[in-house]
């Protein structure tokens, strides 16, 4: 171990064995809101790298060894998976350390990806209609790359490249990239570390099997955002998504609540459920478990943190028990200014789709009872101040216009009834571990003529939406300077954005391509930026 002096204040530079990271994309807090992720899902030359590094996707700070402070939970997870399996040389490291972490000692870096190449539904979706380009997740992954490149050059580390958008690797190669692993790490993952370290050779893919839920350990140091998992997989089996129903478990209480605390002693007093349905835990047969829930929520917030958040919730449960989220919403005290916005699948309104592609989806009901299934529940939810970000798929190969006017019709349903609602279509991504994986990927001209249509109507409600939810949106930037950015930018932009999106509808897409030019990443882009900073800096609140 070596020291060094900083502004009189003492750091270590220590060398593990094994380091854990990810692209500057990833690790990172966005600010203190998760939802600022999203911008980093759209073409790199449309958003000034200045407005990414300082607002999107700052630095995490790290301790006096440099490791982070706060981290992905996916990375928590596996640094712990590898503690407790008894290697006790690892350190979760941010990309902006990894230099002074790393020499000859080092002898594996693991990495965690979302979406490498750009390649997920929002990803893909934002480039194609606004004129193609790496996306900033690519762009960031790819300046990663080049890191990782060079310092595997000079050390000769192996790299094993794992996480929920590993499977795009396996598209592309990526020379610096030695194993790419695919799946959950608990059983796996520390065999195949071993035998790296050992100097076995170990194959280019590796498939990790699920773990028994007694088989996944706590966090043992803190996730960004307060984030605890409750539940792993889903059980619906919809085709277009990598989650299996074999693969849901919920987790026991007791682990919740260690990791809870282990967040709590870094003084993070939020908590982000991690789920792919918050209504599903402790259920079986896709049956809501009131007690369990409520439980869940009521053990948490006696613990003493500031309120508890999800990601996913099904419409579906929430409409099939409506007594639940109304208790949820008033354990975790939600109101007008704290309120949740998870994302929800609303997929299609065909009957047509549905039936082929997500049967269960509107299990305990039919895909022909789905329209009343989402007004119901968005009702219910925004009753309880739960603002749904409904998703929906599109571009299926036997997808025809009238299965998109079906889906138009239920979004406008939506809008007439005067819910709170966010609504994006998506280009459907034969995702490499789905059902549908070998379907041909979307493309512009391929796209239903239709697409066009509720692309706008549904986009122009968004940005409705959007103004009236500003306060929700920015509430937990604490940032004041960045707050009054993204506010800025949402309330001004914006305007303009509409009137894009009505050019998309009036060339059925071709207006896509004007975008193809425009790059505010050179010196004009960075001069209209700062400017635009500096009158947002003098600008009253």
Not at 38 to 54: G, I, Q
Not at 430 to 451: A, C, D, F, Q, W
Request: hydrophobic share 40%; glycine share 6%.
């Amino acid at each position: 171990m070596n020291t060094f002096y900083i502004r009189k204040v003492k750091y270590n530079i220590m060398v593990w064995e094994i380091v854990l990271t990810t692209d500057k994309g990833s690790f990172t807090d966005y600010g203190g809101s998760s939802v600022l992720g999203y911008v980093a899902c759209m073409p790199s030359r449309l958003v000034p790298k200045f407005f990414m590094d300082r607002f999107f996707t700052p630095d995490v700070p790290v301790d006096s060894e440099g490791r982070a402070i706060v981290a992905p939970y996916a990375l928590r997870k596996v640094e712990s998976t590898l503690v407790h399996a008894g290697f006790d040389s690892v350190a979760v490291i941010p990309p902006h350390r990894l230099e002074k972490a790393i020499n000859q000692k080092t002898k594996v870096v693991g990495l965690t990806v979302h979406d490498p190449f750009g390649l997920n539904p929002v990803s893909f979706k934002l480039s194609m209609i606004f004129g193609g380009g790496p996306t900033w997740t690519a762009k960031y992954f790819e300046e990663f790359g080049e890191k990782i490149s060079k310092l595997k050059s000079k050390y000769n580390f192996k790299v094993i490249v794992g996480g929920p958008g590993s499977w795009e690797l396996t598209k592309e190669n990526t020379d610096w990239a030695d194993v790419i692993f695919i799946g959950e790490a608990e059983a796996d993952l520390p065999r195949v570390v071993k035998s790296i370290i050992d100097g076995q050779e170990v194959p280019k893919v590796v498939y990790g099997k699920n773990p028994k839920v007694n088989e996944i350990p706590p966090i043992i140091n803190p996730a960004r955002l307060g984030e605890v998992q409750i539940t792993r997989g889903c059980p619906r089996g919809c085709q277009f998504c990598p989650i299996t129903p074999e693969t849901f478990r919920t987790i026991p209480l007791d682990v919740v609540k260690k990791e809870v605390e282990v967040n709590m002693r870094a003084g993070i007093k939020r908590v982000e459920f991690i789920t792919d349905d918050v209504l599903l835990y402790g259920s079986q047969k896709l049956r809501v478990n009131h007690e369990a829930i409520t439980k869940l929520f009521t053990e948490t917030m006696n613990m003493g943190v500031d309120g508890i958040w999800f990601p996913h919730i099904s419409a579906p449960a929430v409409r099939s028990s409506p007594q639940t989220v109304k208790a949820m919403s008033e354990i975790a005290r939600y109101n007008e200014d704290r309120a949740a916005a998870p994302v929800v699948g609303l997929e299609s309104g065909s009957e047509k789709i549905l039936s082929k592609y997500m049967r269960a989806k509107p299990f305990p009901w039919t895909p022909r009872e789905w329209k009343d299934v989402i007004l119901d529940a968005t009702a219910i939810m925004n009753d309880n101040y739960i603002y749904p970000c409904y998703t929906m798929t599109i571009g299926y190969p036997e997808e025809t216009n009238e299965d998109v006017d079906q889906s138009i019709d239920l979004v406008q349903s939506i809008i007439d009834h005067k819910l709170k609602a966010w609504i994006f279509p998506l280009p459907v991504i034969p995702m490499g571990v789905s059902y549908i994986r070998n379907n041909p990927y979307p493309v512009l001209e391929k796209m239903p003529t239709r697409y066009w249509d509720l692309l706008y109507i549904s986009w122009k409600y968004d940005l409705q939406i959007t103004r009236e939810m500003i306060p929700i949106l920015t509430g937990g930037i604490k940032n004041k300077f960045a707050q009054r950015t993204v506010q800025y930018m949402i309330d001004k932009i914006f305007d303009s954005i509409e009137w894009v999106f009505k050019q998309l509808k009036e060339t059925q897409g071709k207006y896509a391509y004007t975008f193809a030019s425009i790059n505010l990443n050179n010196t004009t882009g960075v001069i209209k930026a700062i400017y635009w900073l500096f009158r947002l800096a003098f600008k009253p609140l």
